[in-house]
């Protein structure tokens, strides 16, 4: 049988959520949602499942290299792929300055 987990290849489960658009957790295969951190949990929502890989550094991921994800499960026990920053939302951190001419 061939192991599928080991220092250079990964099986993880990747999830979206339920609360917020575009964000992915991704886990090891065997890891357990009870044993990730409650704050995570709660700012995640529901995790839907959305498939399984087996993760090597070589794999092209769309947003993030591979070896990031792999080194982040390794270190904390999962990846959370934040929503892409649009640029509406960076306008929205940075109002204008309220005066006389921008009321």
Known sequence: MTEYTSSIKRFCSVYKSDKKQEMYLYIDRKAEF???PE????????PEHVLDLILT?????????????LDEIQTNGFYLQMPPVKDDDILDLHPAPKDSLHG
């Open 34 to 36: 009870n044993s990730l």
């Open 57 to 69: 550094p070589e794999k092209s991921l769309a947003r993030v290299d591979a070896t990031k994800v």
């Open 39 to 46: 704050g995570l949990l709660s700012l995640f929502g529901k």
